[in-house]
């Protein structure tokens, strides 16, 4: 069976359907502000309602451009020294924030139990490469080293994050096995990620129309972003990924993005990184934020956080 002729779920197809009557401008036409109230607007239609937690805290922290906002969530109001989780959004580098995200931090924390950290980075156009990976970088070495702020004690990172936020995940980690922060990162676990050139892949071509991601938005996410291909901190399989730790990695079936999530999960196999790789079939980019419009999507959520949960006992 060839790819263009992928199997799409009900729900899924659905939705793009719907999608398809409203019609709509692309965020490559309607630019950086009209696309940041679209992908809210999205959230607000599409996306679960959020779990109700213990903690939910506005807090920031130092950042090489003033301080970064961030969102603590936690299950338990006090616990004792263990993993947090930083999370790392998506939005192609240029929309999305903590708000649109908050659903999805809050299923992390339910589902593992555990404090979770999202970071709110610079964005581009007004602050094109390297401004999120150096906030990103500055946020998880920040959360590391256990701060007041935080009130827990934090013994390892699980740095999660999906889409432009997979690949700050994977960039962030592989920052963080460079110049060791004061403690490990002890699983990364990026959801549909940007790890290589993109432009050569053949899902690409495929999904470049009608699956929600096209290829008209990305192309013009990369060029709002202005990052050098070949700076690890923006493409990271050009770099050195050896060392990585434990790893999970998702794809979507019908995403453009797809054969670079595939490429990077087997790159890290054969350096002998362990890695559990799923690849959900017949559904989009950008399903962990649209758990409402497509509610299949939240049994793939819940595959892939089984898979941090299972790296975590392997490491505990």
């Given at each position: 069976?060839?790819?263009?002729?992928?199997?799409?779920?009900?729900?899924?197809?659905?939705?793009?359907?719907?999608?398809?009557?409203?019609?709509?401008?692309?965020?490559?036409?309607?630019?950086?502000?009209?696309?940041?109230?679209?992908?809210?607007?999205?959230?607000?239609?599409?996306?679960?309602?959020?779990?109700?937690?213990?903690?939910?805290?506005?807090l920031s922290c130092p950042g090489p451009a003033g301080d970064i906002p961030l969102r603590l969530y936690d299950t338990r109001e006090t616990r004792e020294a263990g993993p947090c989780?930083?999370?790392?959004?998506?939005?192609?580098?240029?929309?999305?924030?903590?708000?649109?995200?908050?659903?999805?931090?809050?299923?992390?924390?339910?589902?593992?139990?555990?404090?979770?950290?999202?970071?709110?980075?610079?964005?581009?156009?007004?602050?094109?490469?390297?401004?999120?990976?150096?906030?990103?970088?500055?946020?998880?070495?920040?959360?590391?080293?256990?701060?007041?702020?935080?009130?827990?004690?934090?013994?390892?990172?699980?740095?999660?994050?999906?889409?432009?936020?997979?690949?700050?995940?994977?960039?962030?980690?592989?920052?963080?096995?460079?110049?060791?922060?004061?403690?490990?990162?002890?699983?990364?676990?990026?959801?549909?990620?940007?790890?290589?050139?993109?432009?050569?892949?053949?899902?690409?071509?495929?999904?470049?129309?009608?699956?929600?991601?096209?290829?008209?938005?990305?192309?013009?996410?990369?060029?709002?972003?202005?990052?050098?291909?070949?700076?690890?901190?923006?493409?990271?399989?050009?770099?050195?990924?050896?060392?990585?730790?434990?790893?999970?990695?998702?794809?979507?079936?019908?995403?453009?993005?797809?054969?670079?999530?595939?490429?990077?999960?087997?790159?890290?196999?054969?350096?002998?990184?362990?890695?559990?790789?799923?690849?959900?079939?017949?559904?989009?980019?950008?399903?962990?934020?649209?758990?409402?419009?497509?509610?299949?999507?939240?049994?793939?959520?819940?595959?892939?956080?089984?898979?941090?949960?299972?790296?975590?006992?392997?490491?505990?």
């Amino acid at each position: 069976m060839a790819d263009t002729e992928h199997f799409v779920r009900d729900d899924v197809r659905g939705f793009l359907d719907m999608l398809e009557q409203i019609g709509g401008k692309g965020v490559e036409e309607v630019g950086a502000v009209e696309g940041r109230v679209q992908m809210k607007t999205m959230g607000q239609l599409a996306e679960a309602p959020p779990r109700d937690l213990a903690v939910k805290k506005d807090l920031s922290c130092p950042g090489p451009a003033g301080d970064i906002p961030l969102r603590l969530y936690d299950t338990r109001e006090t616990r004792e020294a263990g993993p947090c989780v930083v999370f790392i959004h998506g939005g192609g580098f240029v929309i999305g924030d903590i708000e649109v995200y908050d659903s999805l931090c809050t299923e992390f924390s339910h589902q593992l139990d555990l404090p979770v950290v999202s970071v709110e980075y610079r964005l581009a156009p007004e602050h094109p490469f390297p401004a999120a990976p150096d906030d990103c970088e500055a946020a998880a070495r920040w959360i590391a080293s256990s701060p007041e702020a935080l009130g827990r004690e934090v013994s390892g990172l699980i740095i999660t994050g999906d889409s432009a936020g997979g690949n700050l995940t994977i960039v962030t980690t592989n920052q963080l096995v460079n110049e060791p922060a004061d403690v490990p990162v002890i699983v990364q676990a990026p959801i549909y990620p940007v790890a290589s050139d993109v432009s050569q892949h053949r899902s690409l071509k495929d999904f470049a129309e009608g699956f929600l991601l096209t290829g008209a938005a990305m192309a013009w996410f990369t060029e709002q972003y202005g990052a050098d291909p070949k700076d690890p901190r923006n493409t990271p399989m050009v770099g050195d990924c050896s060392n990585t730790p434990p790893t999970v990695v998702c794809t979507a079936g019908l995403d453009p993005l797809r054969d670079s999530g595939r490429e990077y999960a087997a790159h890290l196999i054969q350096q002998g990184t362990e890695v559990v790789y799923l690849e959900f079939p017949g559904i989009i980019h950008g399903f962990t934020t649209l758990r409402k419009a497509i509610p299949s999507g939240q049994k793939d959520l819940e595959a892939f956080i089984d898979a941090i949960k299972l790296m975590l006992e392997r490491y505990r």
